[in-house]
Every structure is written in C-alpha cells, then in structure tokens.
C-alpha cells in the first residue's frame, strides 16, 4: 500500500536541495517570472478544457428553450440570462485553471509534469500575477452572476460561492479535494448539474418538468466534462504518484483509469438515450462518435505521459461536437 504523500514547506522546498529549482521557481534555461506575453496568459487558460463550461450552458439553454416552445412557460426569451451564465461558467472554468496553476505551482507539483505549459512552474508568471489572474476571472464570474441573481433568485449568490470555492478547493487550500480522488466528483456536479441545471433555471424558472429535463440533459454534459478531467489525469499518473498528489487515476491505476474512461463515455451514451425519451433528435448527438475512436484506444492502450497528449485535444472535441449536436437535437 502506497503511503500518502502531505504537503508542507520542507517538502516543497526538496527539489532546490537536490539541486533543481524551488517549488513556483523557473528552472534553469527557463524564462524569469514576471508579466508573460498574452499567448501564455493564453495557454495558462488551457482552452482545451473551455468545452467543459460552454457545453452545459448550451445544453441547458435549448432545454429551457424547447420547454417554452412546447407551452412551458411564456414570456420573452431572457437571452441576456444565457449570455450572462456562459460568461460565468467560462470565467469560473479559467478562474480554476489559473487557481490550480498558482496550487500545484507553489506546492511544486507541476515540476516534473510532461503537460501543456504552466505559468507557474514554467517560470513565465509569478505565483502572484497568477494567482491575481484566478481572482479576476472569479471576480467576473461574480458580476455575471450577480446579475442574474438580481433578476432571478438571490440564493443564486449562495452557489455561485459553492462554485467558487470548488474551483480553488481543487488543488488549493490545506486539504485539496484533486489530490484525494474526487475531482472527477466534483466536475460532474458542478460542470454537469449545476451548470446545466441553473442555466435552465434562470432562463426558465423553477418549473417541474424544466428541471427533471435539464437533470437528464446534465448526465451527458457531466459525464464528458469527467471524460475530460480522466484525459488529463491518465496522462499525469506517474508525475502525480510521486508527487503525493493521488487524483482518481493514481489511486485506481492505469488499466482502470482507462476502463474508466470508456465506461465514462459509454454513460454520457446511455444519457444521450434517456434525453432522446424526451427529444428524438438527441440522438444526433451520436454522431460525434467516431471523435471517440482515438482518445479511447490510447485510453486502453497502456501508454502515459506525452504520449497521451492526444487525448487531452480530442476528448476536447469530442465533448464539444456531441455538446453542441445534443444542443441541435433538443432544440428540433
């Protein structure tokens, strides 16, 4: 049984004993901290991982669309609400890119990641700027959000804090949930429930039928928000086992990370189906399939590290393609 690895200072300070640099400090050859140019601001933002806030707001907005169009609900459509939850949900989603960039940059657990680039571990941005980044995305997302609360419910205000303490919590704070096992978790039900769920909501209101449709619709955005996560988990196995940092992946091992990926999409399938009970033509979400083919062998395939780079892009757009047909398919 592997011991569980706990942060503290000593620890994160090893490497620069061993000769390699300090936790949130450039390597050797590897740009000074300070103000990067906007491309790795850029890249810090991970756009590969975007599909996971667009796809549940797409979703929930043709739910709440179609339950109008079928005589639930009247009214003018609020499209500023969709416009206003889409920024909340990319600000949040960038918000907790940089948080985790700032977390494992510091704790230096990003050292020996064979990833995209990190600012923090790079070197190209101060744990500061970086951190002063994630404030300023969540602090967007507030406004947004803030917004909709005035015109909707001001319990809002109450989860939107939940989302923002789970997009830091993730890697950050004394007791991360990402290095216990359960961000894939807390994806589904932040990029999956609540996401698509409150999206109908605000545009709907709280009727019965809108929200027990937006529960389906959110099992499939959920499932390939999680689809996403597990990419990126299976590729960082070896670097995060020896880093303490036990995500869901390191805990289950490699055969059954990949097996669980699989079974991930096979549910997002079984999703698609249930939604199709209400919206026949959900099932055109089905032709993102063959964006499957790829990510799932590589996932079976026993490979890691840079070799599973791939699979991050294509689950990417895997989840975006069958995001925005099952968006099609609710609104025929």
């Known amino acids: ?32 901290a300070g103000k990067p140019a906007a ?20 979703v929930g907005t043709a739910v709440a669309w179609s339950s109008r169009s079928i005589g639930h609900g009247i009214g003018a459509f609020p499209w500023w609400r969709a416009g206003c939850a889409l920024v909340v949900a990319l600000a949040v989603q960038v918000g907790t890119n940089y948080a985790n960039d700032y977390s494992d940059g510091v704790r230096g657990t990003d050292d020996a990641r064979q990833g995209p680039m990190r600012l923090v571990a790079s070197g190209a941005a101060s744990p500061s700027a970086v951190r002063a980044a994630a404030i300023a995305a969540f602090g967007l997302a507030g406004v947004a959000g803030l917004a909709i609360a005035a015109a909707t419910s001001w319990w809002l205000v109450a989860l939107g804090a939940a989302c923002f303490a789970a997009g830091w919590l993730y890697t950050g704070g004394p007791h991360p949930y990402g290095y216990a096992g359960f961000g894939e978790l807390f994806v589904f039900v932040f990029f ?50 020896l880093t303490g940092k036990h995500t869901l992946a390191v805990r289950v091992g490699r055969r059954a990370a990949g097996w669980l990926y699989v079974a991930v999409l096979a549910g997002a399938v079984a999703g698609i189906a ?12 089905l032709l993102g399939a063959p964006l499957a083919v790829r990510p799932t062998r590589l996932a079976l395939s026993g490979a890691g590290g840079r070799d599973l780079l791939p699979m991050l892009a294509d689950t990417g757009r895997l989840q975006l393609a069958a995001g925005l047909l099952l968006t099609v398919g609710i609104l025929l």
């Not at 011991?3 to 000074?32: F, I, T, W």
């Not at 409150?198 to 545009?203: E, F, I, M, S």
Request: hydrophobic letters at 55%.
């Open 192 to 241: 999956g429930l609540v996401a698509t769920v409150g999206t109908a909501y605000v545009l709907g209101g709280d009727q019965a039928h809108l929200l027990e449709v937006a529960s389906l619709a959110a099992l499939p955005a959920g499932l390939l928000a999680v689809a996403l996560l597990l990419a990126n988990n299976l590729r960082d196995i070896a670097g995060d086992s």
């Open 1 to 32: 049984m592997r011991s569980r690895a706990r942060y503290s200072p000593e620890v994160a300070q090893a490497p620069a004993a061993a000769g390699k640099p300090a936790a949130g400090k450039p390597a050797a050859g590897k740009p000074a």
């Open 39 to 58: 491309g790795k601001w850029l890249a810090g933002a991970r756009p590969r991982t975007l599909p996971a806030a667009v796809v549940p707001v797409a």
């Open 274 to 285: 249930a939604v199709a009970t209400w919206r026949p033509w959900a099932l055109l979400a």
